[in-house]
């Protein structure tokens, strides 16, 4: 490593950098950076697939988390290193874009990564690689999307596989099954078509965690639980045939905006002005009962006058809820939120089978059910302990995102590691019409996407070597489907035994992971700046030289 950046003009040395700056060059940064991102893609590596294992991650307050979810590992491990936080992005990206296959996305960037340093050592460019490697990418999106097969909203079982497979090998694979059948009913309800595509806003599947209860408690709620009480001891705990007014308004005597004061001067006066604030918090309150509202949602706060008379007028209320809970209220009742009782009228209220307030784990929480077409429902994730239920809650969110994938992309693959399989026999032809350089990056690329099926292979205590020979002897035969069924330890057909994935899944961990790869590829000089703090040292200075150069 250089300290400073510095030039030579007519044998004087020129400072560029300031010092304490550190700058490495060519060679040196490349094989740094591709060290540090490779680092993090065998960190995760182990708990790809089925049989993969889990990561326990402590932080500095002792707080524990156990999964083998590629992006929550990630984010938990506080990396510092800029090649690796690239790395970081690309679980990230996977993980916003279709919400599942963040493992697979960083182990095969890992990959293409270790083939590139060995291209590197051959004395071939960086650019010459990422050039070979974007051709690769291009090329593996038409292969995908040739070997994809279509699938729709009404086929069920084929969306209930698809959940199963990215709950498996998690800590909720024994409730795989149960789970499934919830996330494919969840996303059934919330799924939307326009111009004959179907869209579904993962959002729209809320999810609340309570520990305390077997997994086989987690329920779905056609409508919203929302983990606030009923504020007020005499309202009623259930009411069916609910009509909810949803308002965005506090249920107070409002406080003047401007600074003023008010002078009493007699008891009676003092009487008036108590008798005054109860008038206005009764007229509240019957402009809520005069909407024939009998459940009121209240996103802000709800005076304890007005709690004793909605109580009185039989109404059930709720206060301070969050924003997002009364937006996907208004979803799934049909109401609509209004930020003033003035206009509050029986047209913007909400409706719901029944509302009822249910203690679990010793929390209230409040239930609204069985609304006509709700277009945001619930799932309440149970599990024995705070850990179980956040895996199974991690668990739940794969799954919702990899079925919403499977809908909007409308074509699935074979899992197992057949789809990478096959697109690397075929790019391994492809990579023959090429006669530059390019070719070898191409089939580096290739070789890379193998990655997969090994790792699978490994992590389930089987000959790696043994099982890519045979699965490539079946690509190589037509055998487009075949992945490692780590069941039987031998080669089968992944859709036919319903390891079902969504296409899109696959086509993002490539896409990201190539890019993120090219990026690091292309990077041949990193300089850290050492910028000075008051009364601070750069790093490498010697003491006594506080403050540097102006």
């Not at 019957?286 to 909605?310: E, F």
């Not at 031998?490 to 036919?496: G, S, T, V, Y």
């Amino acid at each position: 490593m250089v300290q400073a950046m510095v030039g030579n003009l007519g044998g004087q040395p020129i400072l560029i950098l300031p010092e304490g700056s550190m700058r490495t060059t060519g060679k040196d940064a490349q094989k740094q950076n591709i060290t540090a991102a490779r680092a993090v893609a065998e960190a995760v590596r182990s708990t790809l697939g089925p049989k993969g294992m889990d990561k326990m991650l402590v932080d500095s307050i002792g707080d524990i988390v156990i999964t083998n979810d590629g992006v929550t590992i990630l984010e938990e491990m506080e990396i510092e290193h800029p090649a690796a936080k690239m790395m970081v992005e690309v679980a990230k990206t996977q993980n916003e874009e279709v919400g599942d296959g963040t493992t697979t996305a960083v182990i095969i960037a890992g990959e293409l990564l270790k083939k590139a340093e060995e291209l590197l050592e051959q004395e071939i460019h960086p650019t010459v690689i990422t050039k070979g490697f974007k051709i690769a990418k291009d090329e593996s999106m038409k292969i995908l999307d040739e070997i994809g097969k279509p699938v729709s909203l009404e086929d069920t079982e084929t969306l209930k596989k698809i959940a199963v497979t990215s709950m498996y090998g998690k800590s909720a694979e024994k409730a795989s099954t149960h789970l499934a059948q919830l996330v494919v009913d969840a996303i059934k309800m919330v799924a939307e078509k326009k111009d004959g595509k179907t869209i579904v806003d993962t959002d729209n599947v809320k999810r609340e965690k309570k520990h305390g209860g077997s997994s086989d408690e987690t329920e779905l709620v056609r409508g919203i639980v929302i983990d606030k009480e009923i504020v007020h001891p005499a309202m009623p705990r259930t009411i069916n045939d609910a009509k909810i007014a949803l308002v965005d308004v506090a249920l107070e005597v409002k406080e003047t905006e401007t600074d003023a004061e008010i002078r009493i001067t007699s008891p009676e006066q003092m009487q008036a002005f108590i008798d005054q604030e109860q008038k206005m918090l009764r007229g509240m309150v019957d402009k809520v009962v005069a909407s024939g509202a009998n459940v009121l949602v209240c996103q802000k706060g709800i005076d304890d006058l007005a709690q004793h008379y909605l109580a009185k007028k039989g109404v059930m209320a709720c206060r301070r809820a969050k924003k997002s809970d009364m937006e996907a209220l208004a979803k799934a009742t049909g109401g609509r939120i209004v930020t003033s009782l003035e206009d509050l009228s029986s047209e913007d209220l909400g409706y719901a089978k029944t509302v009822e307030e249910r203690k679990i784990a010793g929390e209230s929480m409040t239930f609204v059910r069985d609304c006509k077409d709700p277009k945001s429902v619930t799932i309440l994730v149970r599990g024995s302990t705070e850990h179980v239920v956040d895996e199974y809650d991690r668990s739940i969110e794969d799954a919702v995102g990899a079925v919403a994938s499977a809908l909007e992309n409308g074509k699935i693959v074979a899992g197992a590691g057949s789809p990478e399989a096959e697109v690397s026999s075929r790019l391994k032809k492809f990579a023959q019409k090429f006669p530059g350089r390019e070719q070898l990056a191409i089939k580096a690329f290739a070789d890379a996407l193998e990655v997969v099926p090994r790792s699978l292979a490994e992590n389930a205590g089987l000959d790696p070597i043994d099982m890519l020979v045979e699965l490539r002897a079946k690509h190589e035969n037509g055998g487009v489907m075949y992945g490692v069924d780590l069941v039987a330890g031998k080669i089968n057909d992944a859709f036919a035994a319903g390891v079902i994935e969504p296409l899109k899944v696959k086509l993002q961990a490539i896409t990201s992971a190539s890019e993120a790869a090219e990026m690091i590829l292309r990077i041949d000089d990193v300089i850290t700046a050492g910028k000075l703090s008051r009364g601070g040292m750069p790093p490498g200075m010697p003491p006594g030289m506080e403050g540097g150069e102006e």
